[in-house]
């Protein structure tokens, strides 16, 4: 199939043709920098929401709660499940995917599991590339849902325009989060299974952690139980909140400046990877063997392999 | 304070100057290529275990009783707890490395909460060099602790000897280990807080996902309850089951080339973002704002900075 023909049939919205072109994100064949060009100006009429938290924390019940309330509000909604297991698994799992299968035969909600088979930036580059793909085709709002909880995941989902970070009262207390890095990128708390015992106290002790920031925003905490629906409306809400915030005083504009910085770096830094492997490949593995011996330390091998560049 | 002084120290075990030099990997300073390359030699002699799995499950308590059975056997032993929350916090979290504690007068011990403030390579490739500064400080055990579960850390705990992957009866089934790439990477499965319900549960399930696999090693399963130090000598006896399994047949060696060569990449494609960085600061300004304008698409942006370089 040609790139360019799945480039226009996405930007009419086909499913198909999204769902190649993610495919294509996730290889990170030839034509990718083609396709990022031609879908590139047709972006930025989405608004993203990440979602991070432990696994368990109940994550994709709450994603598929929130599609729910985006639909009522006729939004067109584009699903990104991170799953990282596909480096070492070879095809991303569905898993719960299925639960979202209320929305399955909705043709405003594209749901995707995501990994990464050979995108050369990882994970984190492969993401917004296929955020960029659901932006052009037409969806209003973006969530990108990751499985796990570590430093790729709150890198995905800090670069989102409203980060939501998913608690549960089983989970520890506060100073688990804090740890995880999730005190300082998250723009809304989610205190899930909050029927749970113990759910006032989690909810109390991230007050407590959220009182030593001086930000300027103050992250507001909300208590669902996504499995029966309740609290959606206020997570909701609470996200409009976090957005009208930001769309003030040039925040979301800035924020979205930090990222594209990034992004460019990245791109960079995994051109020269690239390189390492398909221009080197033999002196890796001479190098790679004189290291091991300890003849040779690994800086002094790096500088080898940039000098035959 | 001269870092090949600090180096000479740390030889001698002096612990002081493991500290200094930890720091040094943590910042990314410009001593580093220099002071790997003097440790470097004398790197080799350590063994490595990696522990995983989500927040709240016992790994750091875990790790208190895994050092307590190695000092037993009189192993000097080393810990990095790798925690992300730096670079967003400014400073590693000490937590419950209090909790660590009871070895905190053992001069064999060595333990460390580590991040990266300055590191050009991030978390993955500073892990790696504050490894060899315990290796080459005479360390015999060195174990490497993360605080959440995700890619990052899946692949800082990948690249260990030995991987442990702790699951708890509450997280969850096994399908979210398996989501989160924790059935590919794991040596040993901790069913830690065996005590709770479900923990029979837990093992099974694990087992059965086991049972799809064809790879020449067959995780154990062993349930623990490190709070008690319940299942310590037995993870401790699968732990050098899975040692002796990889040093026969050249696995161990093979293991750590890949590890090698898959550092050398990072460090080239570190050492070019670092340049995109530094070199070209206002050409990447420029061309950011020309992305976020949709002037420019990301691929054509990095095509002008790597030119530039």
Redesign the interface.
């Known amino acids: 199939m040609d790139p360019q023909q799945s480039v226009a049939d996405a930007l009419k919205g086909d499913r198909r043709a999204i769902a190649r072109l993610i495919s294509l994100v996730e290889d990170g064949g030839r034509d990718?920098?083609e396709i990022?060009?031609a879908l590139?100006?047709h972006?930025?009429g989405a608004y993203s929401i990440g979602i991070t938290g432990?696994?368990?924390a109940g994550k994709s019940t709450l994603t598929e709660r929130l599609i729910g309330r985006a639909r009522q509000d006729d939004r067109k909604v584009g699903v990104l499940a991170v799953?990282?297991?596909?480096?070492?698994?070879g095809g991303a799992?569905l898993?719960?995917r299925v639960r979202m299968q209320s929305h399955a035969t909705d043709a405003e909600v594209f749901i995707r599991s995501m990994a990464t088979r050979g995108h050369l930036g990882?994970?984190s580059l492969a993401t917004p590339e296929a955020v960029r793909v659901l932006d052009a085709s037409g969806k209003d709002l973006i969530v990108i849902e990751?499985?796990?909880?570590?430093?790729?995941?709150?890198e995905i989902t800090d670069a989102c325009d409203t980060t939501l970070v998913v608690l549960t009262p089983?989970?520890?207390d506060a100073?688990?989060?804090?740890?995880?890095?999730l005190?300082?990128?998250a723009d809304v708390f989610v205190v899930n299974k909050a029927d749970r015992q113990g759910s006032k106290d989690t909810v109390r002790e991230v007050k407590q952690m959220l009182e030593m920031s001086d930000a300027e925003w103050k992250p507001e905490i909300i208590e669902t139980i996504a499995t029966k629906g309740d609290g959606i409306d206020e997570l909701w809400d609470a996200i409009a909140r976090h957005r009208e915030f930001q769309t003030g005083a040039g925040r979301l504009?800035e924020r979205?400046?930090r990222r594209?910085?990034r992004?460019?770096?990245?791109?960079?830094?995994?051109?020269?990877?690239n390189r390492?492997?398909t221009e080197s490949t033999e002196l890796?593995?001479e190098?790679?063997?004189e290291?091991?011996a300890?003849r040779m330390?690994?800086?002094?091998?790096?500088e080898k392999?940039?000098a035959a560049?």
Do not use: H
Request: glycine letters at 12%.
């Open positions: 990718l920098p990022m060009k590139y100006p972006t930025g432990a696994p368990g799953d990282p297991s596909s480096p070492f698994s799992l898993g719960d990882g994970i990751t499985v796990g909880v570590g430093q790729a995941e709150v089983g989970w520890g100073v688990q989060a804090s740890k995880a890095g005190m300082e990128i504009e979205r400046r594209i910085a992004e460019l770096r990245e791109i960079v830094a995994a051109r020269y990877r390492v492997e890796l593995e190098l790679t063997g290291v091991v300890r330390d690994p800086y002094a091998a790096a392999l940039i560049l």
